[in-house]
């Protein structure tokens, strides 16, 4: 997808592209928008297709407008500039900060379906801090589609053994809030499991991961009080 169409899905009507849920098994080509106030990016990451790997990230600076389009800028001591072509090589033009905008695309191949990758991407004003709000999601097979293969869980070799899924950092979270209540392990795992869950990502594995939870908040207490003995 070229620049100017992703800046104006992105910047004019991203709300008409909106998946409008937590992405789970999309195993097809398929471009979509989350707004990360609904769905953070790290959500919209444990989408029940398993391990994958990270094949890099890339920032780029682009004049943007709905009418004349875009094109690549570059920075050079904060000031923004885009190479034109002149009768003896180039020149620069330079161009208002107001206009500029950083796309970053974050790309990851499946790690049991090489062919298989997603690309995340989310557009910032450089005359703002943060990203804006929506963000696009664009899965594709290289080389047309193919049966999808579920990796099992870590180094299990059992034919029988499930296949693994990255838990949604809200699963956590919500076990975390339990803990600080003071709730047992098998109350929250109780409460936990009788939820209804838009993913696999979002279900509970058992009381062994509520069990780890408790562990690492005990680790962590005790690392942090001997620290400040000191």
Request: glycine fraction near 6%; hydrophobic fraction near 30%; include cysteine.
């Given at each position: 997808m070229d620049h100017f169409t992703?800046?104006?899905?992105?910047?004019?009507?991203?709300?008409?592209?909106?998946?409008?849920h937590k992405p789970s098994a999309i195993r097809e080509d398929k471009i979509f928008t989350l707004d990360?106030?609904?769905?953070?990016?790290?959500?919209?990451?444990?989408?029940?297709?398993g391990a994958y790997l990270s094949k890099?990230?890339?920032?780029?600076?682009?004049?943007?407008?709905?009418?004349?389009?875009?094109?690549?800028?570059?920075?050079?001591?904060?000031?923004?500039?885009?190479?034109?072509?002149?009768?003896?090589?180039?020149?620069?033009?330079?161009?208002p900060k107001e206009e500029?905008?950083?796309?970053?695309?974050?790309?990851?191949?499946?790690?049991?379906?090489?062919?298989?990758?997603?690309?995340?991407?989310?557009?910032?004003?450089?005359?703002?801090?943060?990203?804006?709000?929506?963000?696009?999601?664009?899965?594709?097979?290289?080389?047309?589609?193919?049966?999808?293969?579920?990796?099992?869980?870590?180094?299990?070799m059992k034919p029988t053994a499930s296949a693994y899924f990255r838990k949604d950092p809200v699963v956590s979270e919500t076990i975390?809030?339990?803990?600080?209540?003071?709730?047992?392990v098998d109350k929250i795992y109780g409460t936990m499991s009788k939820e209804v869950c838009q993913s696999v990502s979002e279900t509970i594995s058992g009381p062994k991961m509520i069990e780890n939870r408790k562990f690492h908040q005990k680790a962590h207490k005790e690392t942090r009080d001997t620290a400040g003995e000191h």
């Amino acid at each position: 997808m070229d620049h100017f169409t992703t800046l104006n899905i992105l910047l004019e009507n991203p709300e008409e592209l909106d998946l409008k849920h937590k992405p789970s098994a999309i195993r097809e080509d398929k471009i979509f928008t989350l707004d990360h106030r609904v769905i953070p990016i790290a959500s919209a990451e444990a989408d029940d297709n398993g391990a994958y790997l990270s094949k890099g990230n890339a920032k780029r600076f682009y004049q943007y407008s709905s009418a004349s389009g875009s094109r690549t800028v570059h920075s050079e001591n904060g000031v923004f500039f885009a190479n034109v072509k002149a009768s003896k090589g180039y020149r620069k033009e330079y161009v208002p900060k107001e206009e500029v905008y950083e796309l970053a695309r974050h790309y990851k191949t499946n790690k049991a379906n090489p062919s298989f990758s997603r690309a995340i991407i989310t557009v910032r004003a450089v005359t703002e801090r943060e990203p804006k709000p929506w963000y696009l999601v664009l899965y594709k097979w290289t080389g047309g589609p193919k049966p999808f293969i579920l990796q099992r869980h870590g180094n299990a070799m059992k034919p029988t053994a499930s296949a693994y899924f990255r838990k949604d950092p809200v699963v956590s979270e919500t076990i975390d809030e339990y803990l600080a209540q003071g709730l047992s392990v098998d109350k929250i795992y109780g409460t936990m499991s009788k939820e209804v869950c838009q993913s696999v990502s979002e279900t509970i594995s058992g009381p062994k991961m509520i069990e780890n939870r408790k562990f690492h908040q005990k680790a962590h207490k005790e690392t942090r009080d001997t620290a400040g003995e000191h």
